[in-house]
């Protein structure tokens, strides 16, 4: 079981998510954004940072490098995928998820310790978890307040598709306090909060995040990817 | 000064350089001529040095390059004499585990098992002041280049800040820019920022102190050097390309005071690509471990003529570099302006021929913009004697010709007048013990109140919540606690823990023990969460050096401060000094913030500040004394600050360290915090308040309530001892003879919980929490 970790310039959760990974249990590749090919992984992972700086638009000009075009082409095939925070911005600004990441309400950066109910335990990323579970992840970002028309966000609450919600607090206006969705097939999941931080008991709020993880490898190995 | 007009035509040095640029045969040729030298802040006597040194008048490149490296910021010129004594006072036993001190961009220390730890704290002042978010993001910039350019890999930072009245107008347009830079850069960069201080006082209000730390880490084997060796050896400048912000930066802003009817300073400020920083981070990293640099050094305060003045003079002494291959964003810059520029997120290094393919390769996989500019070069006899040979070109014409060591090492050095002023006596005759104190148990309640809900003692999450303190993913402890924690490897378990912390409002009272209680309380926030104490770093933020007053603050703080690393053995391994923070003639409060190191052989074992469990008993140690002089008490209920500051012993701070680390690694505590501004009260909120867990206090008798719960005696913590082991605990302290007093017990879980000091008040954690967070956010939105 090989998760791919991509590295933009200007990544800065990838080395975390390799990690969590491997406590995991998988056996991680660091991928490059020039990468021509996904070097036979059965997962990517697009991590949190600021690619390219963010200096256009989060996640803007991440979407055209080159690696992203095989990350596109295997996802729609069915590979599992998760953007994390600064890579939910991508897989949204890739069009592989709907709607966008607008600056926080408050205007502020904010790092919590965030309180998310987990919606959809039925993904490719979900599947260790409970429907309605309650978990702590780590929430660091600046831009981070989810959005979306109407239409789209009653599409999304009436298939399921909600993966996380914020509870307690809402950190950053995102609508109906959505903290993460997936795709209709439930294989492209996008999340604001880190669950990669959260997998060790000494530098992060405990180890709810492990089931992300724990979660991909049990879909890889119920055989059901399409490489 | 009046040289920082916007318009270039006005620059003296442009329009008299201009339409083509001063050479060494053209200073030859016109001995005599006018030059601005006043204007770029030196003095007769400094003029006629350079004058001295050259043996004809300098070029125009040549008088910027002495002008800036000679400012008060890069030559120490006020401040070098004093600063010796770190040095002098440095013991054999203090020097174990020093792998590189005072002099290189920062400090090196050996933490063990191959390991080696960089840090330092700098200041940004007077920047952060003109432009809070640009001055507070090149700050820590700045400080993290200087890490990564000793082979580092930083892990974290941490900064501190002042500034003036928490409900002034201008702190609301200072710091939430600065909180703003900070977070948008550091967090840019990935870097966990995991502690400091925010402190708000009246003397900080024309010139607030922005102060970062950056810690490094790296294997012995990989520790590199600022300097050029080895002849014919290329120099290569790389990074973001060289601009006109922050020209003259060095020499005008961090060496004058504001006034306020000055002009316009904006355009001297640095702005900052945190992306292309973190490009270099990486890029740097890379090319160290393909060990393809010889010797590096970062670009920061005077830009080029730091970088090349430096390197030449640290390695064989002789450099010749073509000014012309520099890459401009601004084509129309002249020569003096690119030696000047302080562009941000630029590296120089010395690489060996055969290595700047492999070299330039690393760069474009990075994006990163690679120049070769120059190469090391031979130095006669002679040459050398004379401080070695720097020779820089623009298009093929000769226009510095300098011994490099003049440049960097050789500036003036000055004995600055100073004395103890007048109102000194005063300001400690002054006693607190005038002050109306608190009786009633009422009294009590709502002084506690008042003092957890204070701009200097609330909760500082409004500004840290803008802080990334997880990335990297090894952040054990970070802000509230008393020192950060980062874990350096996971295999050895190693960690190491950093601490900033500085109370001008006691090195008012007096600098000298002020000085020596900044040190004792890093000290012991290091201390409580179970690391030893090995390292000292510090940031003195003072008034003008010309005011002799200024001058005997600073010289006692500095002596406090090297007596008191002797004393405590541990050694000061780099700083920086930062003058002329005042407005008008009012200095700020003496602000010798002090950063310490400390190590923890298995970062598993530390202590946390925060009660987490019911049912333990809480110790206090160290001993309680009627001291109010300097205290948060005094300002809060009396804007009272006079008398002296609390007692230092440093005898019994590292004593108690010894406590606090043994019981750590013995598993004996389940939260340790220490006690400084507020006291025992907010000491215990504080820790009841980290993770709900209410308590019971039975205040010892024989002291007034008021004095056991509000004093600020130095060398004293709290402590929540683990099921079972009070005899064991009870015995360590007797072994170290730590004064003990078993004060309560945590009773109580939730926001439901309550704290009871006994025959005093009950105040639920609720209502504390209300109190205790509301502050900050109420004010700054």
């Not at chain 2, 945190?274 to 393809?292: D, H, N, Q, R, Y």
Request: net charge negative.
């Amino acid at each position: 079981m090989k998760i791919g970790v991509v590295t933009f310039p200007g990544s800065l959760d990838d080395a975390d998510a390799r990690r969590a990974s491997e406590i995991a249990g998988a056996e991680t590749v660091p991928m490059w954004h020039g990468d021509h090919d996904l070097a036979g992984v059965d997962a990517v992972v697009l991590p949190g940072g600021f690619s390219y700086g963010d200096y256009l638009r989060c996640g803007a000009i991440a979407r055209f490098a080159p690696v992203m075009a095989e990350v596109v082409a295997a996802a729609e095939r069915g590979m599992p995928v998760l953007g994390i925070c600064n890579g939910f911005q991508i897989l949204c600004e890739s069009h592989l998820l709907p709607g966008a990441l607008m600056r926080n309400e408050h205007q502020r950066f904010v790092c919590r310790d965030q309180r998310v109910r987990i919606e959809n335990a039925s993904t490719a990323w979900t599947s260790a978890y409970d429907a309605g579970q309650h978990v702590t992840f780590v929430l660091k970002s600046g831009e981070g307040g989810y959005v979306a028309d109407v239409s789209t966000l009653d599409r999304l609450e009436g298939d399921g598709r909600v993966v996380a919600r914020y509870l307690e607090v809402n950190p950053n206006g995102s609508l109906r306090d959505i903290a993460g969705i997936s795709n209709e097939r439930g294989n492209v999941v996008g999340l604001m909060p880190h669950p990669e931080h959260a997998v060790d008991e000494l530098c992060g709020p405990g180890t709810d995040g492990l089931g992300f993880f724990i979660s991909v490898m049990k879909h890889v190995a119920n055989g059901s990817v399409a490489r | 000064m009046k040289m920082m007009h916007r318009g270039r035509p006005d620059h003296p040095i442009a329009s008299s350089s201009a339409p083509s640029p001063d050479t060494v045969a053209a200073a030859e040729a016109s001995p005599d001529r006018q030059q601005p030298w006043r204007e770029l802040g030196l003095e007769p006597v400094e003029y006629d040095r350079i004058r001295e040194i050259l043996g004809r008048r300098p070029t125009s490149s040549e008088l910027a390059m002495y002008s800036v490296m000679w400012s008060e910021h890069c030559s120490y010129k006020s401040s070098k004499a004093l600063l010796r004594q770190f040095g002098e006072k440095m013991t054999d036993a203090m020097r174990e585990h020093l792998m590189v001190g005072i002099g290189e961009n920062a400090g090196v220390v050996d933490i063990g098992q191959g390991y080696a730890v960089t840090f330092k704290v700098e200041s940004h002042n007077h920047p952060s002041y003109v432009e809070p978010y640009q001055g507070a993001a090149t700050g820590i910039g700045g400080i993290v280049r200087d890490i990564l350019s000793m082979g580092a890999r930083p892990v974290a930072v941490m900064d501190s800040l002042r500034f003036g009245p928490a409900d002034a107008p201008d702190t609301h347009r200072v710091l939430p820019g600065v909180v703003a830079g900070i977070g948008g850069y550091g967090n840019c960069l990935g870097l966990p920022n995991i502690g400091g201080e925010v402190v708000f006082d009246q003397s900080y209000s024309g010139n607030p102190l922005v102060n970062a730390l950056c810690a490094g880490v790296m294997r012995h084997d990989q520790l590199h050097l600022a300097k050029a060796s080895g002849v014919g050896n290329q120099v290569i400048l790389y990074g973001a390309k060289t601009g006109g912000d922050g020209i003259g930066g060095v020499s005008v802003l961090a060496s004058e005071t504001f006034d306020s009817d000055g002009p316009a300073k904006r355009p001297s400020v640095q702005v900052g690509d945190p992306f292309m920083e973190k490009l270099l981070i990486e890029c740097t990293l890379e090319l160290f471990a393909e060990g393809l640099v010889a010797g590096i050094q970062d670009l920061g305060g005077a830009g080029l003529s730091c970088a090349t003045s430096e390197l030449a003079s640290a390695g064989d002494g002789g450099m010749h570099i073509r000014l012309d291959r520099v890459p401009l964003r601004d084509a129309s810059l002249t020569p003096e302006e690119i030696l000047m520029s302080e562009s941000q997120e630029r590296m120089m290094a010395v690489v060996e021929p055969g290595d700047v393919e492999r070299f330039m390769k690393i760069c474009a996989k990075w994006d990163v913009e690679a120049t070769v500019i120059g190469e090391v070069t031979e130095v006669s006899a002679s040459d050398q004697r004379r401080g070695g040979r720097l020779h820089i070109d623009w298009r093929d014409q000769t226009i510095v010709d300098v011994p490099p060591r003049t440049v960097a090492h050789q500036g003036p050095v000055y004995e600055r007048s100073h004395s103890r002023p007048g109102w000194q006596d005063r300001l400690q005759a002054d006693d607190p013990a005038r002050l109306a104190r608190p009786r009633t148990g009422d009294e009590i309640r709502a002084t506690l109140i008042a003092m957890i809900a204070s701009p200097n003692l609330c909760d500082r999450s409004w500004v840290t919540a803008q802080y990334d303190r997880y990335v990297q993913g090894n952040t054990v402890l970070a802000q509230p606690e008393d020192a950060g924690v980062i874990r350096v490897d996971k295999t050895t378990g190693l960690g190491v823990a950093l601490a900033t912390d500085c109370n001008g409002r006691f090195t008012q009272l007096d600098p000298y023990a002020g000085a020596q209680l900044a040190l004792a309380e890093a000290y012991r926030n290091v201390a409580v969460t179970g690391a030893r104490p090995l390292a000292v770093t510090n940031c003195l933020n003072f008034g003008s050096p010309e005011d002799p007053a200024v001058m005997w603050q600073f010289s006692e703080a500095v002596r406090g401060l090297a007596d008191g690393c002797e004393q405590l053995e541990i050694p000061v391994t780099g700083g920086n000094v930062s003058f002329y923070n005042q407005t008008g003639s009012n200095p700020v409060v003496p602000t010798p913030v002090v950063g310490v190191l400390g190590v923890l052989g298995d970062v598993s074992r530390r202590t946390p500040m925060g009660f987490d469990a019911e049912g333990q008993s809480i110790h206090l140690l160290g001993a309680t004394r009627d001291e109010f002089g300097g205290s948060e008490w005094a300002q809060v209920a009396h804007r009272h600050l006079g008398g002296l500051p609390p007692q230092v012993d440093l005898e019994a701070e590292r004593r108690l360290a010894d406590v606090l680390i043994a019981a750590a690694g013995e598993g004996l505590v389940g939260a340790a915090h220490d006690l400084s501004d507020g006291g025992l009260a907010q000491a215990m909120v504080e820790s009841c308040l980290r993770r709900d867990v209410g308590a019971v206090v039975q205040l010892p008798e024989g002291l007034d309530p008021f004095i056991t719960l509000f004093s600020e005696s130095a060398g004293r913590a709290i402590v929540a001892v683990a099921f079972g082991e009070d005899e064991a605990f009870r015995d360590l302290c007797s072994v170290h003879h730590v004064v003990r007093q078993r004060i309560g017990v945590t009773a109580g879980l939730g926001a439901g919980a309550i704290l009871e000091i006994q025959g005093q008040c009950t105040l639920r954690l609720a209502l504390l929490r209300d109190a205790w967070s509301s502050t900050l956010p109420r004010l700054f939105g």
